[in-house]
């Protein structure tokens, strides 16, 4: 490794450290506001990712039994965060999606970042923003290929 990409790497580092204590506050401000379980809030976030998702998947996802994920599903769904919707393809099954509510409660508490909110993004030149996306876009890249084991 190059001596630049070196210093680079451990200006990240420290980067990111410190961004990340600054955003625990409003981080866990969020969190301690909503009346979910720490359950409930994993399964939501999972359907929100994988929108379209089945009870089944969830429960292997989290080795948990089809009874208990249903459970949890039934509490979402009765708090207007998750519906089931029938399968385009199978009538049988039934699909998990987020409803507005849902996908509003995962963004305040877990996708939302403080340090790229518009109060930040806001200071920053076009050129600094475009070079964010670029950065972000990586980054989700990378860790997508290192979540489903692909490589390059």
């Keep these: 490794m190059r001596d630049d990409e070196?210093?680079?790497r451990e200006n990240i580092e420290a980067l990111t450290i410190a961004i990340s204590v600054r955003s625990v506050p409003l981080i866990l401000g969020s969190l301690l506001e909503t009346q979910l379980t720490i359950q409930q809030l994993k399964v939501l976030t999972s359907i929100v990712v994988d929108d379209g998702a089945s009870i089944s998947a969830l429960a292997a996802s989290f080795n948990t039994s089809l009874a208990a994920t249903s459970k949890l599903v039934d509490r979402l769904e009765a708090q207007g965060l998750v519906c089931r919707v029938t399968d385009s393809e199978d009538n049988r099954v039934k699909r998990l999606e987020p409803t507005p509510l849902g996908r509003g409660v995962v963004g305040t508490i877990v996708a939302a970042r403080p340090e790229l909110g518009s109060d930040v993004l806001d200071g920053l030149s076009s050129d600094e923003?475009?070079?964010?996306?670029?950065?972000?876009?990586?980054?989700?890249?990378?860790?997508?290929?290192?979540?489903?084991?692909?490589?390059?």
């Design 6 to 8: 070196r210093q680079a």
């Design 129 to 152: 923003l475009h070079a964010l996306v670029v950065a972000l876009r990586a980054i989700n890249r990378e860790m997508k290929t290192s979540q489903t084991g692909d490589s390059h």
